[in-house]
């Protein structure tokens, strides 16, 4: 199993998705983690984007589904992570603080 998956929600996040993936990617490679991009049918260039990096993207079936949860449900049916992280397609992560994040929960589960 995974132990650290990243599900980033987007729509329409042309603009911000490739800063968004990569620090994502650079964030979940210390633990061999997964970065899965749970889009709720962008109109924009989104999924294309995310779709040139080493990550899994899902998108819903049904524009009728788009809401608020609907993008991180998508993603974690899609997780196979011990840990689970999830974030905005806007956002940038800090390594350092996903490696602080896991070691703490590593010591409180013991």
Not at 30 to 55: H, L, M, N, W
Not at 60 to 84: K, M, N, T, W
């Amino acid at each position: 199993m995974t132990k650290l998956s990243i599900i980033i929600k987007t729509f329409n996040e042309e603009e911000n998705i490739a800063r968004a993936v990569e620090s994502a990617i650079n964030a979940a490679r210390p633990f061999g983690g997964e970065v899965i991009v749970a889009d709720s049918k962008s109109t924009d260039r989104t999924v294309e984007i995310a779709s040139r990096y080493p990550v899994r993207v899902v998108q819903i079936a049904d524009i009728s589904e788009r809401c608020c949860g609907v993008g991180p449900q998508l993603g974690f049916q899609h997780c196979r992570g011990d840990y689970v992280m999830m974030m905005d397609g806007d956002m940038a992560l800090e390594g350092s603080f996903v490696l602080a994040a896991a070691g703490m929960l590593d010591r409180d589960s013991k």
